[in-house]
């Protein structure tokens, strides 16, 4: 089963305005990746992160692996219509695997 | 450059019927991956390949769905006899690496969307 909980499940935010959502574990991941999935298509990778306390950005956005390796924060600011989509974070729990948990998803819907 | 190719975009099939998904993975890429995607449990892992060999299928759900990795540049998914409850959206993915945290990325098709009737 599912073992990343996300944060909000949905938003709604008008055109312009700063997105913050959140993924939580009970247990360690050793990392963290937030990925996009646009209607009709499948997921596409927007950041990834590999050390606890990491923060890196990519544009607009911009990723946090929590301190305690049990959480991730994504952040996209001045939103634009194109950012509509669900929003995945994923993690591995082992450096010695490919296998990747996804979370449940944070669907955004941006209004002009 | 081509991405992972899958097919069928979508099949609608009745009860018991045999289905077999396709994926063509990334040239290169030595890991392949299968998920499931439906609204109640989301994106599921069900089987992961590296170098054609099955590493964890754990979310394989019963002795229904099977899959196979012939060689580097294909793979199947089949489920034998499918029923109503398998409707969902079927990806495939590759990646270039064994570990994700060397790797970092998993390139998805456009995903396979099943209707079992």
């Known amino acids: 089963g599912q073992q990343l909980n996300q944060s909000p499940q949905s938003m709604f935010i008008q055109e312009g305005e700063d997105v913050s959502m959140n993924c939580t574990s009970s247990?360690?991941?050793?990392?963290w990746l937030w990925y996009k999935q646009d209607p009709g298509e499948g997921p596409v990778l927007l950041i990834a992160?590999?050390?606890?306390?990491e923060l890196t950005s990519n544009g607009r956005l911009t990723a946090q692996f929590g301190i305690t390796r049990k959480d991730s924060f994504l952040n996209i600011s001045a939103s634009i219509p194109s950012d509509v989509g669900i929003y995945f974070c994923?993690?591995?729990?082992?450096?010695?695997?490919?296998?990747?948990?996804f979370g449940t998803g944070t669907r955004l819907q941006v209004f002009p | 450059d081509a991405g992972v190719i899958q097919s069928p975009r979508h099949e609608v099939t009745e009860m018991g019927q045999e289905v077999t998904l396709r994926c063509k993975p990334i040239?290169?890429?030595?890991?392949l991956f299968w998920y499931r995607q439906t609204m109640m449990r989301g994106l599921e892992l069900l089987i992961y390949f590296n170098n054609n060999v099955p590493i964890d299928d754990s979310g394989m759900p019963e002795d229904r769905f099977s899959a196979k990795m012939p060689n580097a540049s294909f793979s199947t998914l089949k489920i034998q006899p499918s029923e109503p409850r398998d409707s969902a959206v079927y990806f495939c993915?590759?990646?270039?690496?064994?570990?994700?945290?060397?790797?970092?990325?998993?390139?998805f098709g456009e995903g396979s969307r099943l209707t079992v009737l």
């Open positions: 993915a590759s990646s270039p690496g064994l570990r994700i945290s060397n790797t970092g990325e998993l390139f």
């Open positions: 040239s290169g890429h030595n890991s």
């Open positions: 247990s360690i991941f050793n990392t």
């Open positions: 992160l590999y050390k606890a306390g």
């Open positions: 994923a993690g591995t729990r082992s450096y010695n695997t490919d296998k990747l948990i």
